[in-house]
């Protein structure tokens, strides 16, 4: 019995993160919406999504039409609704944010439409165009792959998508917080994407795997690449291999794919090795795993962590103890990491130095998050720049005919709803590219 | 040292001492023993009890009251109830009861009757018997009673509302009150028939017939009484900007400004009160806000109006009656070259853009909208272009943020009785 309960104390510890609004707070929320006229709101969201109309539309009932204002700029709605770091986008632009209000929380609004719409409407909200005969290729299942499958099967053309796990949603499915993405949201959200129709997903087909660009370019009128950033950087210091010592992305899916989440094997003592919203997601879910201490470090200070401050104070909030301008010097191991040294840091002339102090912390788990980079070996005569794809202003890539987006090209913040943009904008660009209106 | 007492409320009505003006109107909360004692209890000066029939006692129905909202919250109420659906003897029993209990508080008694001298005169002199201090004359019910012949089918035809008065004063010596309909054409003829027929002071105004909203899957007005609906008496917050203009109309009336108006119409706080009795009611009553919230918000109508009187130097509620009679004028003597414009305080402006698309889709054009290199967002006035309309004003949600601000055009004033392009003056 009281394991039982250990168990269930854990899987609470992973109910969601914010709780959906019932309609009577969706309706009280919308209520403080001032409907601004060329709202800034919608200039700070990359989907730009027509805010406050949708926000009208709650207030006014008509929540399915609110979801398809939403929809209609960006078919994964759910998902940003559920992870947007609204604080430095829509929520941070609303007019109400200022020392004496609080901004509208369009996140939640957003969810409340988009969750009401797929619970309660039987028919995908969009229809296909008219078959234009074209077929598109898209290689990577993640938000960017699926939201131009889906913008592109509207557009008429058939399209084939091509995934390297074994289920759809990229990032959604395998890299966020578990908390943020209850109840299967991802293959619920997939699901609806694929109801439209004219949509065909392949899983285990890996670029330079059993997948060739080659194939592709002469079986397809247009390939869309979307493979996001598959591979992640190293520490570069020895025993970095020994047991314990994880990348981040791992473990948070390993965290995502066990439903019992009190099978999920965490440590006592913590590290985690970064200062992204990977790094915290990570440090996070490994408190509410159960481990005693968790440390994130970081070898820079909190103003350059690229993790919003929202997220840095959940960490804080969640007990996880932030130790800033410390580089890692070395992993201590036998057959298991046990420690960790660290060297202080400090900035000199601009440029990031080492002390001469150095400090030790016990570990039996490492977790690294210190960025992941695009596998380039896959992509064969595809032009690359700071390990990400160039691509021209209409998502073209240096080969004609191979579009890409989303973490794999180098366009503003790597955000799931940044990489919806790029596949939707794609897709445009591929319809005219085939002849299409744009 | 400020030697001033507490300013007071006490107020004469048409005759009757009332220790403050506020008295709940003749509708549901005043039905019965109970009701009126816990307002008595909360502090209210008075009530006109729930009116009145000849018996049998009328049959109520279910469901009986409509709402309508506007952003979750409710601007009005509508209802398709009828008079007491109790027994008469009932009814004039808990009254005596009620007035020996609590003699310092004032219980008007509000009858209606068919068209019949009779009926009228019986029934008047049966409530004047419990001892209560004044009558009240229900000719405004505008749904159920009308259709029997009663209610507004009395209230609407002027004749008659001065007959049915006349019958009234004559058989009995405490003040007769005639409460008027607003679903007429012109309040005056009511007021004026009123007053002919000899009342001592007019309330009004009675509800306004509304459908409040339609159910659309069932496809009927409502409140619903299983399928269907009816029309019902409007009232609460949305009514008090026709009741004030009611009564406005009639104190600024030569004929009728004597008259003693007991106000109705939407009266939720102490300002709404104060408002009316600039207007120049010598009472009020209330009945929605008791509705919604309980007796309880007297409490702040009390409070709240002695504050501003002591704030204002207003010592008693006469001091400051009918203040606002006088410079309540016909359209035509206003001053015509009078101007306004409006002011953005840019400084606490929080860039909604509400003003500039107002005025831009639906008025004068004169907000320009400008985005500044830093990205904020700046709204300016165009003053040759501004005709001081308010509509910027009104729809920015910063309190103050938009000034509407006189300028010295230097013409002089004119109004359009002196203007020369009104053809009477040539």
């Known amino acids: 019995m009281a394991q039982d309960s250990c168990n269930n104390t854990i899987n609470n510890n992973f109910d969601d993160l914010h709780k959906p609004l019932n309609l009577q707070q969706a309706i009280a929320e919308s209520g403080r919406c001032l409907y601004c006229y060329d709202a800034p709101c919608i200039q700070a969201c990359p989907t730009s999504i027509d805010i406050p109309t949708f926000i009208h539309q709650i207030r006014s009932e008509n929540t399915i039409g609110a979801a398809n204002t939403i929809l209609t700029q960006n078919i994964m709605g759910g998902t940003c609704a559920r992870v947007c770091p609204t604080e430095v986008l829509c929520e941070e632009a609303c007019v109400l944010n200022t020392s004496i209000d609080q901004p509208i929380e369009i996140g939640l609004l957003q969810r409340h439409a988009v969750d009401h719409l797929m619970k309660n409407s039987k028919q995908h909200p969009f229809e296909r165009a008219k078959n234009t005969g074209k077929s598109v290729a898209v290689v990577g299942a993640g938000p960017a792959g699926l939201a131009c499958a889906h913008r592109a099967s509207m557009l008429g053309h058939d399209v084939t998508v091509y995934e390297a796990k074994e289920k759809s949603g990229g990032l959604n499915e395998y890299g966020l917080a578990a908390y943020k993405m209850v109840d299967d949201f991802a293959q619920n959200e997939t699901d609806f994407i694929m109801d439209l129709g004219g949509i065909k997903v392949i899983h285990n087909q890996r670029l330079g795997d059993n997948l060739n660009l080659e194939n592709l370019q002469n079986n397809y009128d247009a390939i869309f690449i979307g493979v996001g950033l598959s591979s992640t950087w190293s520490l570069d210091l020895d025993n970095e291999d020994t047991e314990g010592v994880l990348d981040a992305v791992d473990f948070i899916e390993s965290i995502r794919q066990t439903k019992d989440k009190s099978q999920v094997e965490v440590g006592n003592d913590v590290i985690v090795i970064g200062a992204g919203n990977t790094a915290i997601d990570a440090a996070v879910q490994a408190k509410r795993l159960g481990a005693e201490n968790v440390t994130l470090v970081y070898r820079r200070g909190e103003e350059q962590m690229s993790a919003t401050s929202w997220e840095v104070n959940l960490a804080r909030t969640n007990g996880v103890s932030i130790k800033l301008w410390s580089a890692p010097k070395c992993i201590i191991a036998d057959e298991h990491v046990a420690q960790m040294e660290f060297v202080k840091t400090k900035t000199k002339e601009g440029k990031l130095v080492e002390t001469n102090f150095t400090y030790t912390l016990e570990a039996d788990m490492v977790l690294k998050a210190i960025g992941q980079k695009l596998e380039l070996d896959d992509l064969n005569g595809i032009d690359v720049e700071r390990g990400k794809i160039v691509v021209d202003e209409n998502y073209q890539s240096s080969i004609e005919g191979v579009f890409a987006g989303g973490d794999a090209i180098d366009c503003g913040e790597d955000l799931t709803v940044q990489a919806v943009e790029d596949g939707k904008q794609a897709a445009h660009a591929i319809n005219s590219f085939l002849g299409g209106d744009s | ?426």
Not at chain 2, 122 to 129: D, F, M
Not at chain 2, 171 to 180: A, G
Not at chain 2, 204 to 214: A, E, F, H, P, W
Not at chain 2, 279 to 291: E, F, K, R
């Open chain 2, 1 to 426: 040292m400020d030697i001033r007492s507490k300013p007071s409320l006490k107020c004469n009505v048409a005759g009757i001492e009332s220790i403050n003006p506020f008295w709940l109107a003749s509708a549901p909360p005043t039905d019965k023993y109970i009701n009126v004692v816990r307002a008595f209890e909360a502090g209210w000066g008075g009530v006109v009890w729930k009116t009145l029939g000849e018996d049998p006692a009328v049959v109520n129905v279910s469901s009986r009251y409509g709402v309508h909202k506007n952003r979750g919250n409710i601007v009005g109420i509508n209802n398709i109830e009828l008079i007491s659906d109790r027994p008469l003897q009932t009814n004039l029993d808990e009254i005596i009861r009620v007035r020996k209990e609590w003699p310092d508080r004032v219980i008007i008694g509000s009858m209606m009757a068919v068209i019949e001298e009779r009926a009228w005169k019986e029934l008047a002199v049966k409530i004047a018997e419990t001892g209560v201090q004044g009558i009240e004359l229900n000719l405004g019910c505008p749904h159920g009673m009308c259709e029997r012949g009663m209610g507004s089918a009395i209230g609407q035809v002027p004749e008659m509302v001065e007959k049915v008065t006349r019958w009234v004063k004559e058989v009995v010596d405490i003040p007769v009150f005639t409460k008027l309909t607003p679903n007429i054409t012109n309040i005056l003829w009511s007021a004026e028939a009123a007053q002919k027929g000899g009342c001592d002071a007019v309330a009004l105004i009675n509800t306004v017939n509304s459908i409040t909203s339609v159910d659309l899957d069932l496809m009927a007005p409502t409140p619903t009484v299983g399928d269907q609906g009816t029309h019902g008496g409007y009232c609460g917050a949305a009514v008090k900007p026709i009741a004030l203009n009611m009564v406005a109309e009639i104190t600024r009336n030569h004929d009728t400004k004597d008259l003693n108006i007991s106000a109705i119409g939407g009266i939720e706080t102490w300002k709404d009160a104060a408002e009316f009795i600039a207007l120049g009611a010598v009472g009020l009553q209330v009945c929605t806000a008791a509705m919604l919230y309980g007796f309880r918000i007297v409490d702040d109508m009390i409070a709240g109006l002695t504050g501003w009187m002591e704030e204002k130097g207003y010592q008693t509620i006469e001091d400051f009656r009918g203040k606002a009679v006088g410079n309540t004028v016909d359209w035509n003597n206003l001053d015509m070259n009078f101007d306004t414009k409006a002011l953005i305080d840019q400084d606490s402006c929080i860039e909604c853009g509400r003003c500039h698309i107002a005025c831009e889709d639906t008025s004068h054009q004169a907000i320009t909208f400008d985005v500044a290199d830093n990205g904020k967002r700046i709204f300016t006035v165009i003053d040759d272009e501004c005709v001081g309309c308010n509509l910027c004003q009104i729809v920015c949600p910063v309190p103050e943020c938009i000034d509407m601000v006189p300028v010295d055009n230097g013409l002089e004033y004119m109004n359009w009785t002196n203007n020369p392009l009104n053809p009477m003056n040539n």
